[in-house]
């Protein structure tokens, strides 16, 4: 009985000490100075084990002899085809570069308060509309009734009615937004002058744009259900996943805000058949 406790003891003062000291694992002489996702590049632990977004292993990121941290290729993920392969599944890349991001946005709503003075579009917004919608933005709109006029509305910070509803509708994740009709009155058919409804259905189309940012094309997005990836190539039919922070969504790009550097190339067609060809080689 004595022995076995001495050697139990032993055991458990080997596995403590390695647990406290996880950084201490090395590789040719390099230190572990951290450890990262493949999929998620912006996740960086202090120890080994599960990535906390995805579940995948975590890879070393070990020290080189000037002390920069360099990657290893352990459970990237990454996929090599051959040229006839790529030919084959016709893989084409794009660059991530900056460039504007451009979202139409199609509203429906009614004329309120029409007047020979004023009037407005009311609109419903729902929160995603919210980000391509500000003051000062005019628009086209078109009332069914009055198919052959076109009226220019203006959301304005200060008009005669608020720009938008105070409340946020939780139930239906929406709110009311108004644009002031800047060449009333509205003139339905024939009645021209004689009657100006109100509630008459209106529909205006934005084209909405932001500054210049950093993009990709849509079509390179994957979604596994554990976030936005893509698949970088690196050149010689190495192409490897990467996990990225995606912001707005426009009619062709989309917004990159983390995983990505300008210049890098990813893949936006084919990156699906190589993404099943990677869940395949990891037994998914």
Known sequence: MAVVLIISAGIAWITTHHSLAPNAATSGGRKALYYTCAMHPWVRESKPGPCPVCGMNLTPVYGNKNGIATETNVDSGTVTLEPDSISTINVQTDLAERRAVRHTL????????????????????????????KTGQTFSVVVSSAPDKIYTAQIKARGTKPFA???????????????EILNPPVEPGDFGKNKLFNGLHAEAHVIAE?????TIPRGAVISRGTGAM?????GNGHYAPRGILLGRVGNDVVEVLGGLKEGEKVVTTGNVLIDSE???????
């Open 230 to 234: 893509v698949y970088v190539d690196k």
């Open 165 to 179: 509803d105070a409340d946020f509708d939780m139930m239906s994740g929406s709110t009311t937004v108004r644009a």
């Open 210 to 214: 932001t500054e210049p940012t950093l």
């Open 278 to 284: 990677a869940q395949l080689s990891a037994g998914q």
């Open 106 to 133: 199609h509203l429906s709503g009614e004329i309120a308060g029409n007047s020979p003075t004023a009037a407005w579009f009311e609109f419903t917004a729902y929160e995603r509309d919210l980000q391509w919608l």
